[in-house]
């Protein structure tokens, strides 16, 4: 009877190899990405550059304000929903919607209010402030949400760290390299313990109906 929960307990460890193997199948993977500028409305885009600290520059696209405002609130934080980020990488229809929505309910963001910049050479405005404490990991994925107010419309970014700084110009990792490597490193990770269960169950079994005969 041991042995057989024994068996059980492999088999269960033999189901979850997959999931294990994940994170470093998508570390794998992002050596062989694909890059995808992630443009997802049309009213703001970011940069974030180092020079007088780490500046996050927002600037909206057109004149999408009814006048110029002295500043917007901004909202940055981690994705964690890995449902999310599927349909992100995938484009799947009203992503954008649920990205909104996911960045004005999460509570575990790091909030700053960017103040006007008037370009008067280039004849155009951003908004600019000091993120200098948010602490940007990187590889991972980052909403930049732009909060709602009488005058100033919501926009929502999508950006991925990069060292001490967010970037537009987003890497999702290869799917078709993370199944194939997910199946190689599984079938290679069940070897042993199939090894194992054959010698704990099948073998030894066999062993004692030849000493009975």
Known sequence: MKKRYIVFVLLGVLLL?????KAYTIKLANKNNNSLKAELNDRYSF???????????VKPIDDIFNKKEDYINVKIGLIRDGNLLDSLMNNEERVYEDFVKYAKKD????NITLSLMVNEEENENSYQGNIRHLNVIN???YYIY???????????MLGQGNRYLLVNDVKWPNKTLIKVVTIIFSIYMCIPLLFLIYFI?????????KRKN
């Open 139 to 141: 590889g991972a994925y």
């Open 146 to 156: 732009v909060e709602e107010d009488d005058l100033v419309p919501e926009g929502v």
């Open 17 to 21: 190899i997959p999931s294990i193997t």
């Open 47 to 57: 940069e974030n550059k180092i020079g007088g600290g780490n500046i996050l520059y």
């Open 107 to 110: 509570k575990k963001s790091f």
């Open 201 to 209: 169950y099948i073998k030894k079994d066999s062993n004692v109906k």
